[in-house]
């Protein structure tokens, strides 16, 4: 037991340092190291969790390289990850809800990370792990299915309702098309030309990306596209922007400050035990069906690049074992 937990908290035995995956100052790729870390204690409020599986997401490379300096904490070295599921070792003694042993699944507290062998949880945004859900599941709730639910809720669309997503083939992009479809949206995927079949699956017109697509959007749209997301951002939001007749019906992960620029913008998170709650209950539920992928802690790196490099299919999830 490490013997800086409090003595007042509830414990299991935990080590006193543990793996972990992330970068000690803000670049590219090779910022990204494996070190050894002390195990963390938790604070008033928190829970310490055993990390068994993480979620990948594009969002964690912005954060590496900074591109959330300022309105993201970090503290450095930082592991990389922003979701995970778990079993509570340790809980501070006003935590009340939780006891040492429970499975749960959320995203960890401020200026901490996921990609590690532990991480701390704020008890309040903590939810149990379904018991007709997998940890691996579970650990792509919180952003991927959180996301998609998040951004379904904030748009307005009614069924039979044209609705495009672009960069359909990702965890958020693929989760979106789902729920979207589970509410009778007509949904338009946009993908890679390898991933048309797979699009498809999740109920959307599968439309392939590249020169062109705006124009195959249209035709495979069959009426007026009335709400878009955009997971890819650049160049390519510049001709989402041409397709739906109402700015404020466009949200883009990618790029929101863009978006912003023309009335549409990113869509807010609703990081708590409820929403996340919600989240899991689609996947209970068989609303959403995430795309898992899961590779071991030893290929973090390689898997970082393969989202990096805009190659990933759904959701890449780390799974952790001794």
Known sequence: MDASFPATAGTSAAPATMRAFGFARYGGPEVLEYYSAPVPTPGPGQLLVRVLACGLNPADIKVRAGKRAGVFDVEFP?????????????????????????????????????????????AADAVPVPPTLSLVQAACVPVAVGTALDILDHLILSAGDVFVVIGAGGGVGSAACQLAASRRVRVVGVASAGKQDLVAGLGAVPVASGDGWVERVRAAAGAPVVALLDMVGGDVLHGALDLCGDETQVVSIADPVQAGQVGGGGVTRRRTREAYATAAQLVVDGAVRPLIRTEPFSHAAEAYAEIERGHATGKIVVALTS
């Open 78 to 122: 930082m592991a990389t990850g922003r979701e995970l599921a778990g079993t509570v070792v340790a809980l501070a003694a006003d935590v009340a809800d939780f006891t040492v042993g429970d499975v749960v699944f959320g995203s960890p507290s401020a200026g901490v990370g996921s990609l590690a062998d532990y991480t701390l949880l704020d």
